[in-house]
């Protein structure tokens, strides 16, 4: 089996998950990749072979591009460059099927899967199926197209059913949630104990990660607690103001990290005690899918706070393998804070159930087997109706 792998990039750091599948698909899988940037190859290295087209090539482009879409309103589409060096590399290469990641870049590259009769799978991350998104009218009805033309449509989470309308593609949906590596992600104990608790956050700094609430609710906690801590590992648009609250309120148990290798994430996750992941829809729209970090807590025996939003539920029952709150409810948050930070022995219990939840359902190795599976259906649908 052939298969192209179309992301407008490969590989963001917030994007591991995406790397995880690409390596561990089945070897008798030729997979190749398609993006427009190609990042990070020290650290995210494959044998995959890769093509890469630029978005838009050059001021002539631009302009083409430009009067395409003035005169014939085309968008999610292409540039005119792109758009001929993508064909050209579907006829020569005469793939199997095209998985795109993202409902946006599947738009891309759908018109062109379509036109060489190439079947099309799309997985949905979050974003891309947020309200967000889908209030947009132009963006709404050429997903809907996509998706009458798509062979398998992978959601990552039981919310986007409904998100995404896919009443009508039943037989076509797969649920697939992100996996964690249980043998990369996993402590017998906590490393560096020094008798205090540390709770982290890691990930983007983007409104829909509620942090700036984290911050405040941590720096009221922190007089009363002052063997806690909080450490916060990522960047993003947020980062600046988080810092600044925590300047105000004077706390000295607040460390930020900024943005980090894979490997650093995972030696801070070893210090920790709690996870938090104060998820919510932010004021656009914007919504998780099943968030991957969160996972990678569980899988490190950590205990998990995090809300009732998209994906969360599906992977945390309350006070059974972490504990959940509602959407910016800073009460809640308090309360489930101080209840871990005084309970170690509530800690553990929800730390060892979270480890046992991943290796029950969510491992990278049962992710990517089913993803295995959609292809050789997806492509055996094919063959038959060859015959």
Known sequence: MKVLIFNRAFFYISETFIYKQVVGLPADIQTDLLAFEITNEDVFPTRNRKFKVKRIANTTDRLLTGIRKHLFNVRYKLGVFAYFAVKKILRQEKYDLVHAHFG???????????????????????????????????????????????????????????????????????????????????????????????????????????????VRIFSLLSHQYTYARLFIVGDGPELELSRQLSDDARSESIQFFGARPHEEVKKIMAEADIFVLNSRVDDKGDMEGVPVSLLEAMSMRLAVISTRHAGIPYVIADNDNGLLVDEKDNIGLTAALEKLIRDAELRNRLGNAARQTILNRFTIDEANRKIYNVYTEVADRKKYRKL
């Open 104 to 214: 946006f870049n599947a738009l891309l590259i759908y018109p062109l899967a379509r036109i060489f009769k190439i079947p099309l799978i799309v997985t949905f991350h979050g974003v891309d199926a947020s309200p967000e998104m889908l209030t947009q009218k132009e963006y709404r009805k050429r997903i809907r197209k996509m998706l009458d033309y798509a062979g398998a449509v992978i959601i990552v989470s039981p919310h986007m059913k409904e998100t995404l309308d896919l009443s009508n593609h039943a037989e076509k949906i797969h649920l697939i949630p992100c996996g964690a590596d249980p043998l990369e992600f996993n402590r017998s104990e906590r490393l560096n104990d020094t008798g205090s608790v540390t709770i982290l956050h890691s990930g983007r700094l983007v409104s829909k990660k509620g942090v700036p609430d984290l």
